[in-house]
T-cell receptor
Framework: ETGVTQSPTHLIKTRGQQVTLRCSSQ?????VSWYQQALGQGPQFIFQ???????GRGNFPPRFSGLQFPNYSSELNVNALELDDSALYLC?????????????????FGPGTRLTVL | QKEVEQDPGPLSVPEGAIVSLNCTYS??????FMWYRQYSRKGPELLMY????GNKEDGRFTAQVDKSSKYISLFIRDSQPSDSATYLC????????????????FGEGTQLTVNP
């Protein structure tokens, strides 16, 4: 187990609704990245938060937004849900102090939140 | 065209077999290469990583990177039923302006089953 926790585990919403997913990072980590993993696909990078600021964003529309709090936990918010938003949402925490040794940070993933949009 | 291509399988082998998993990529800026293992209903866990070209061995696992061919591999020796999982290759490049960590670009994963 990585120490990264996510809530809720499962969520069912209807099209057009809004959802908030939560992530607690591993102790000592100040960076949280969010990924979307559709069924049978690899995770896709949504965005990353470092010290409460967005620090890079993937190819996702503005209705995907996030926050990072002073304790480095994070939220992912999705507005105007669409059927294609159904996926496993993963958060990963990391820290510049926990490097692979060559310039990139080890990212530790949580178990994910499975979102179903009906 | 996807930046990272990975054969989704499924791949089914008998216990004790040598397993070869592969990914190709198109972005020459990738310099960090990782393999993650994902069990059903779990998040990915880091298995192996390699920087630039070369080989790395860890127990029954060997990771290879050939940057000239834009091709990476993971070999599993003496495969066990507990190795049954989805294996994801992932890559990253430092992106200008991003001050911490790197975004990972994943392949779609290969589902592996090792039969007793």
């Amino acid at each position: 187990e990585t120490g990264v926790t996510q809530s809720p585990t499962h969520l069912i919403k209807t099209r057009g609704q809004q959802v908030t997913l939560r992530c607690s990072s591993q102790s000592g980590h100040n960076t949280v990245s969010w990924y979307q993993q559709a069924l049978g696909q690899g995770p896709q990078f949504i965005f990353q938060y470092y010290r409460e600021e967005e620090n890079g964003r993937g190819n996702f529309p503005p209705r995907f937004s996030g926050l990072q709090f002073p304790n480095y936990s994070s939220e992912l918010n999705v507005n105007a849900l669409e059927l294609d938003d159904s996926a496993l949402y993963l958060c990963a925490s990391s820290s510049p102090g926990v490097r692979l040794g060559l310039g990139t940070d080890t990212q530790y993933f949580g178990p994910g939140t499975r979102l179903t949009v009906l | 065209q996807k930046e990272v291509e990975q054969d989704p399988g499924p791949l089914s082998v008998p216990e004790g077999a040598i397993v070869s998993l592969n990914c190709t990529y198109s972005n020459s800026a990738f310099q960090y290469f990782m393999w993650y293992r994902q069990y059903s209903r779990k998040g990915p866990e880091l298995l192996m990583y390699t920087y630039s070209s070369g080989n790395k061995e860890d127990g029954r696992f060997t990771a290879q990177v050939d940057k000239s061919s834009k091709y990476i591999s993971l070999f599993i020796r003496d495969s066990q039923p507990s190795d049954s999982a989805t294996y994801l290759c992932a890559m990253s490049a430092r992106v200008r302006g991003e001050t911490s960590g790197s975004r990972l670009t994943f392949g779609e994963g290969t589902q592996l089953t090792v039969n007793p």
